[in-house]
């Protein structure tokens, strides 16, 4: 049975990486996936991960204080729940309680990083498996036999800090950029990043009708952060390159696209 197993960011990639390498010692038929280490090198991931979406029995959304608000990981979790029922799809938290979690993913049953609720995820996950589920017995014996490390391991895991709100206008994260680059209002050209968003936005369009899709997804892939994303997101509004649907996910304006049909050498 296929595991699709969800992450955003540093700590949850490790923890993604930890329930790859651990989960099949309780369910020994289970094949977790992880796009980092699973997509082979030449592949598009993007077309790699809508089919493993498709193929999956089961969702794991790993969600951690500093990815409580990603994008990719909401758009992962919508994916998963559309193809599956809500009850293959297990948000594992860590270094967070059910209480702190709100928005798409606190649909699910979560499970925190105790004994009883790890238990009842790979109980959940050996009914997902039918006809070639584990007996109750044998799974409870593989589950005392190998929770110890499983915990040890996930407790060595150094909690990063929940995301900040904060307010608009005094958002740190751009610091590095010179101040005359912060105003976007002032912006003229796009740059280096804002030509690679376009590009990417570009790449979305089948059949003349573009994939609208998270801007966490877009930037996937054209070594612009997603935190810088939202900056330059921001700087492509201003020149009326890029806007947004109601969702709030980044599409081409006509003007747009007139820039990058304009510039063939891009």
């Given amino acids: 049975m296929k595991v699709f197993v969800s992450w955003s960011g540093e700590t949850s990639h490790r923890v993604a990486l930890l329930l790859k390498e651990r989960l099949p010692s309780f369910l020994p038929g289970i094949e977790p996936w992880v796009s980092s280490v699973d997509i082979a090198k030449g592949v598009r991931w993007s077309h790699e991960i809508a089919t493993q979406l498709d193929q999956c029995n089961f969702g794991i959304v790993c969600v ?25 799809v297990a948000p594992f938290l860590v270094g967070l309680t059910p209480s702190e979690v709100a928005g798409p993913i606190s649909q699910f049953q979560m499970t925190t990083v105790s004994e009883s609720d790890v238990l009842r995820l790979i109980e959940s ?23 110890p490390a499983i915990r040890g391991d996930l407790s060595g895991i150094k909690m990063p800090a929940p995301q900040s709100s904060t307010p608009p206008g005094n958002d740190t994260r751009y610091d590095n950029l010179a101040p005359a680059s912060l105003d976007e209002g002032k912006a003229k050209e796009p740059d280096e990043a804002d030509i690679a968003i376009l590009k990417a936005l570009a790449g979305r369009i089948v059949g003349g009708h573009q994939q609208l899709v998270p801007v966490d997804v877009v930037v996937a892939g054209t070594g612009v952060s997603p935190a810088s994303a939202e900056y330059h997101v921001r700087r492509l509004k201003a020149m009326d390159f890029i806007n947004s649907n109601p969702q709030g996910y980044p599409r081409l304006t006509p003007k747009g696209l007139e820039f990058l049909g304009d510039n063939k050498h891009l």
Avoid at 66 to 71: A, D, E, F
Avoid at 128 to 142: C, H, Q, Y
Wanted: aromatic letters at 10%; zero cysteines; glycine letters at 6%.
């Fill in 64 to 88: 951690d204080p500093s990815n409580l608000k990603s994008n990719w990981l909401n758009f992962e979790a919508g994916a998963l729940s559309k193809s599956l029922d809500n009850g293959r």
């Fill in 125 to 147: 996950m050996n009914q997902a498996m039918g006809d070639n589920k584990l007996p109750i017995a044998t799974l409870r014996d593989n589950f005392s036999l190998f929770w």
